[in-house]
């Protein structure tokens, strides 16, 4: 009788994964984005286990302890396998139309990414195509991308406007990524980014443009709600230090979070206009000056790092993360998928941090969970698995954290459950595939 008087006081939870070799939380203050040494604590508890209950994490710690205090008919053991928070990606262009393999020949055989740009390739090929495509067209490919995303065990992802570069394009991109949200299992976080380059019909008179930018777009971008970031390309030959002030001060004074694409190409002093400006993040930051570096440390502004890019281009040098990491500069990972860097996969990303940017595997960990999640204003709702978060959670076949960054090339995801659904199951797939195939041989 007393031992079912304890069954019946356990709660019944929706779903149990039980006996990770590594679960790994991420837990620990997250008011604001890890730095240095915390890069490296992640929280891990060995024989894990989660319980999930209405799309929320309900509960914390070893196999034995939960199951002490609940119970569930659906129950995933993880024996063997590592379980951590669904990857966020804080940098992409999701939204787009066509392709540029032509310029990755170009790229092999010496051409730079200004010199494609100023010969009308590069962001100016997409925005033509993208100006002519249909908003279900848009629609589509962003859809058939995030399938991708989350199969890799993305959950959540911003998403970059800028291949419209005029109003009505640009709005067009928006609506897009606000439709893809909200019909996408994966959470999409909308990012304006307008000033993206100057499009062809101002090139003569870039002045003007970024006066279209800040004097129309801003103002109905924010109107409409349709983004919770402004970021600019801050470069040379793109936006100067001038005008990307401007623009920024503009989303500023419209409500709009900020970001900067920054040093990317040059020493511009993008970093140091990020941290000026109060930026959430500042991105790519290849030849960024120490002086820039040390603000941002000093302002909280989060390195989003993106080797994946470095190595798409071909520019043979990456940002210099052990500096940042070390210099108390919080860094996050994404993939910048775009036409010039095809990747949906931020598994492959964190190997590039770890082979190119000696980021450890944990640092490299939290740059792609948590600390991602910090740079687009998600941290409070995903990144590391704790009581009350979403319960976005990607099981890997793979014993512990170090495996990524150590074996890449193949996709270690076994599972994803986004927002308490399991809807990746690759154990599942395969079995239905071997089913099948013995069906056709009979």
């Given at each position: ?9 356990k ?7 039980i006996n990770?070799?590594e ?10 984005p890890?730095t ?19 799309g929320?994490?309900?509960a914390v ?10 119970k ?7 024996s063997g ?12 262009h ?6 540029r ?14 010199k494609?740009l ?21 629609l589509?490919?962003?859809l058939?991308t ?7 065990g ?17 709005l067009?991109?928006l ?11 994966v ?10 380059t100057?499009?062809?019909?101002y090139?003569?008179n ?20 349709l ?10 030959g ?10 920024l001060?503009a989303a500023?004074?419209h409500g ?11 020493q511009?002093?993008?970093a ?14 290849l030849?960024?000056?120490d002086?820039?570096?040390e603000?941002m440390?000093?302002?909280g ?19 210099d ?12 990972l994404?993939?910048?998928f775009n036409p010039?860097?095809?990747?949906e996969?931020?598994?492959l990303?964190?190997a590039f941090a770890?082979?190119?940017m ?16 910090r ?16 319960a ?17 090339g ?8 986004k927002?308490g659904?399991l ?9 239905e ?6 069906k056709?041989?009979e």
């Amino acid at each position: 009788m007393r031992k079912n008087d304890k069954t019946a006081a356990k709660e019944k939870v929706d779903l149990l994964i039980i006996n990770a070799s590594e679960l790994v939380t991420l837990a620990g203050e997250n008011q604001k984005p890890r730095t240095g040494k915390q890069m490296r604590e992640l929280g891990i508890i060995r024989n894990g286990c989660l319980a999930i209950k209405d799309g929320k994490i309900l509960a914390v710690g070893k196999t034995s302890e939960v199951r002490k205090k609940v119970k569930a008919e659906n129950i995933i053991n993880a024996s063997g396998k590592t379980v951590m928070p669904g990857f966020v990606d804080p940098h992409t262009h999701l939204v787009f139309a066509g392709s540029r393999e032509d310029e990755f020949q170009m790229r092999i055989e010496g051409a730079s990414y200004m010199k494609i740009l100023k010969a009308g390739g590069g962001i100016l090929k997409t925005v033509r195509e993208t100006r002519k495509a249909s908003i279900d067209e848009l629609l589509g490919f962003g859809l058939s991308t995030l399938d991708v995303m989350l199969q890799y065990g993305t959950t959540t992802v911003e998403a970059k406007s800028g291949y419209g570069l005029t109003t009505k394009d640009e709005l067009k991109i928006l609506e897009v990524i606000k439709r893809l949200n909200q019909l996408h299992a994966v959470d999409v976080v909308p990012t304006f980014m307008g000033a993206h380059t100057i499009p062809a019909e101002y090139k003569n008179n870039p002045e003007e443009y970024v006066n279209l930018v800040i004097g129309e777009m801003i103002p109905l971008v924010a109107e409409k709600g349709l983004a919770e970031f402004c970021d600019v390309f801050c470069e040379k030959g793109v936006f100067t230090l001038e005008q990307s002030r401007r623009i920024l001060v503009a989303a500023r004074n419209h409500g709009l979070k900020l970001k900067v694409h920054a040093d990317e190409m040059s020493q511009l002093g993008g970093a140091e206009l990020a941290a000026n400006m109060e930026a959430v993040s500042a991105e790519h930051l290849l030849f960024s000056s120490d002086v820039g570096l040390e603000a941002m440390a000093e302002k909280g502004v989060i390195a989003v790092l993106l080797p994946a890019a470095a190595f798409s281009l071909m520019v043979g040098r990456y940002a210099d993360a052990r500096k940042m990491i070390d210099g108390g500069v919080p860094a996050a990972l994404g993939t910048d998928f775009n036409p010039s860097c095809w990747i949906e996969n931020q598994q492959l990303v964190i190997a590039f941090a770890c082979h190119f940017m000696k980021m450890t595997p944990a640092e490299a960990i939290t740059a792609a969970t948590i600390n991602a999640a910090r740079a687009i204003g998600r941290a409070d709702e995903v990144g590391s698995l704790e009581v009350g978060k979403k319960a976005d959670i990607i099981v890997l076949n793979v014993p512990n954290h170090v495996f990524l960054g150590y074996r890449f090339g193949v996709n270690l995801v076994d599972k994803v459950i986004k927002n308490g659904r399991l809807i990746v199951d690759e154990e599942t797939s395969i079995a239905e595939a071997v089913k099948f195939f013995s069906k056709e041989l009979e």
